[in-house]
C-alpha cells in the first residue's frame, strides 16, 4: 500500500509539473535553456569517456579468492549442458596451481530433464556441485541465490544466467577489480551472441551496446553504477552487509546495487571484459522481460527513495539515479503533452514547439550520439552501417514507451507485484562470434 501511494504521488508531481511548464511557459525557450542543462549533465555521465582515460585493470597478482560460481536454472535443459561445458574452461588457479573455483548449478523446482541433465555431467566434472531446490509457489532468482549462499565456499559469489558464456580468462581479468576494498560488486558487459537471428536480436545487440556506454560514463564520473544480473560478480561479504538478496525483488540485479551503494559500497563496470547471452527472439517474451524490468525498477526507486535522499548518498550519485529515473517520467510526460497538442487543435489554436519536444529532441540527440560512437567502436567504422543501427535502437527504445506506462497501470491498481517471471532460453549460440570478438 505504501508503494501505491508514493507512486502515486509522484505521478501526480510528474503530472503537475507537465501542466504548468505546457500552461504557464508554453513556448517559451528558458526551457530549452533547462532542457539544455539537463543534456550537458546526461552528455557527462554517457560521454565522459572521451574526456577522461579509461580506468585500467587493477594490478593485484596476490589477490586470488576462491570463487562460487552460482547459476541458477529453472527448465533449462536445452541450454545447461553447453553453458556447464563452457564454465569449465575458465582458467583460474590458486598459487598451488588448482582449480580456484566452484560451479553451483541450482536446479529450481524444474519441471523438464534439467535435473537429469546436471546430474549426468555432474559425473565429469568434480568441482560441480549440483543443488536441487524443490518447487515453490513464487519462486525467484535472488530466493535461489539465498538459499544457496550457505554452501558456498568462496568470499566472492560469480552469478551467471543459464545461457551465459564468457571466455576462459573472465575470472582473471575481473577478480582484480574487487581488489579494492571499498568495492562490494562488479558488472561485466553484456553481449548478445545471436544477434543474427532476426531484427529483434540485433535491435538488442546494439542496446546493449548503448547500456555499456552509459555503464562506462557512469563508472568512470563515480555516479551510481549498476550491476545486471547475468555476469555480476558480488563479494559475499557486501551482500550479508546489505541483509542479503531481497528475494521479492524483481530485479534483483538492480536491488542489490542500490543497498550497496546505501551501505557504502562502490560497484564497478568492466566495459573490456563480456559476458554473452541469448537475445529473447519474439515480441511476447520481450514485452515480459520488460514488463520485469520496468516494474522492478520503479519499485526498487520506490523501496529506497527516502533513503536515496539522505545525507549518507553522495550528491554525484543522487543525481546520477535522478538523471535515470528520467526515463520512467518522459511516457507521462508524452501523454500530457499530447493531450495539451489535442485541445489546442480542437479550439483552432496554432501549435507551437513545447517544451516535452524540446526535452525529447535533445534526449534523442545525447543518445543517438552515444550509441553512434559505441558502434564505431565495438561493431563497424561503416557509416552506413553505424547510421543504420543508430536509428534501429532509437525506434526500438520506443518499445518502452506502453511497457512503462502499462507497468504504471499494473502497480496503481494491483496491490501485489507481477510474478517473477524468467526469461525463455533457446540454445541458439553463435559461439564463432564469441570466440572471435
Known amino acids: 500500500m505504501f508503494e501505491r501511494i508514493t507512486l502515486l504521488f509522484l505521478l501526480g508531481i510528474l503530472v503537475a ?37 579509461k580506468r585500467q585493470t587493477p594490478h593485484a597478482p596476490g589477490y586470488r579468492p576462491f570463487v562460487s560460481i552460482v547459476i541458477p536454472a529453472k527448465n533449462e535443459e536445452t541450454v545447461i549442458r553447453a553453458t556447464v561445458s563452457e564454465m569449465m574452461k575458465i582458467v583460474y588457479h590458486s598459487s598451488e ?22 546430474q549426468d555431467i555432474a559425473k565429469e566434472y568434480p568441482n560441480l556441485v549440483v543443488y536441487h531446490r524443490a ?33 576462459p580468462d573472465f575470472m582473471e581479468r575481473i577478480i ?6 571499498r568495492v562490494g560488486g562488479v558488472q561485466a558487459h553484456k553481449m548478445i551472441s545471436n544477434r543474427d537471428v532476426n531484427w529483434l ?18 563508472d568512470l564520473s563515480n555516479g551510481a553504477c549498476e550491476m545486471r544480473g547475468n555476469g555480476m560478480i558480488v563479494k559475499r561479504e557486501a551482500v550479508a552487509d546489505t541483509g542479503g538478496w531481497t528475494e521479492i525483488a524483481l530485479t534483483e540485479d538492480l536491488d542489490m546495487s542500490t543497498k550497496m551503494m546505501l551501505n557504502g559500497w562502490e560497484v564497478r563496470f568492466c566495459p573490456d571484459i563480456p559476458v554473452y547471452e541469448e537475445a529473447v ?23 529506497y527513495m527516502f533513503r536515496l535522499l539522505g545525507p549518507t548518498v553522495p550528491l554525484n550519485k543522487k543525481a546520477d539515479m535522478l538523471a535515470f529515473l528520467c526515463e520512467f517520467f518522459i511516457p507521462i510526460w508524452m501523454l500530457v503533452d499530447l493531450a495539451f497538442h489535442v485541445r489546442r487543435l480542437v479550439q483552432g489554436v496554432p ?42 535502437n532509437e525506434l526500438f527504445a520506443v518499445f518502452w514507451v506502453p511497457v512503462i506506462l502499462r507497468t504504471y497501470l499494473f502497480m496503481l491498481v494491483s496491490s501485489r507485484p507481477m510474478a517473477w517471471i524468467k526469461t525463455e532460453h533457446t540454445g541458439t549460440h553463435h559461439d564463432t562470434e564469441i570466440a572471435h570478438s
Open 17 to 53: 509539473i507537465s501542466y504548468f511548464s505546457e500552461t504557464l511557459a508554453y513556448g517559451n525557450r528558458i526551457w530549452f535553456c533547462i532542457g539544455g542543462g539537463l543534456g550537458v549533465f546526461f552528455f557527462y555521465l554517457f560521454a565522459v569517456s572521451a574526456h577522461y582515460r
Open 97 to 118: 596451481g588448482e582449480p580456484n573455483y566452484e560451479l553451483i548449478v541450482v536446479d529450481d523446482g524444474s519441471t523438464d530433464r534439467t535435473l537429469q541433465v546436471l
Open 135 to 167: 518447487p515453490r509457489p513464487r519462486s525467484s532468482k535472488p530466493a535461489v541465490l539465498n538459499e544457496v549462499d550457505p554452501i558456498c565456499k568462496g568470499s566472492i559469489m560469480a552469478v551467471f544466467d543459464a545461457d551465459a558464456r564468457v571466455k
Open 176 to 181: 582484480p577489480f574487487l581488489a579494492d576494498p
Open 201 to 218: 536480436s540485433e535491435a538488442q545487440y546494439v542496446e546493449l551496446i548503448m547500456m555499456g556506454r552509459f555503464e562506462e560514463g557512469r
Open 281 to 303: 527472439l519474439n515480441w511476447g517474451a520481450l514485452y515480459k522481460q520488460r514488463r520485469r524490468w520496468a516494474e522492478g525498477s520503479i519499485r526498487r526507486y520506490l523501496q
Open 351 to 392: 501549435l507551437e514547439v513545447s517544451a516535452f519536444m524540446y526535452f525529447a529532441t535533445l534526449m534523442f540527440s545525447i543518445t543517438a550520439f552515444n550509441v553512434a560512437k559505441g558502434i564505431h567502436e565495438r561493431v563497424s567504422r561503416d557509416w552506413k552501417e553505424i547510421i543504420r543501427l543508430t536509428i534501429m
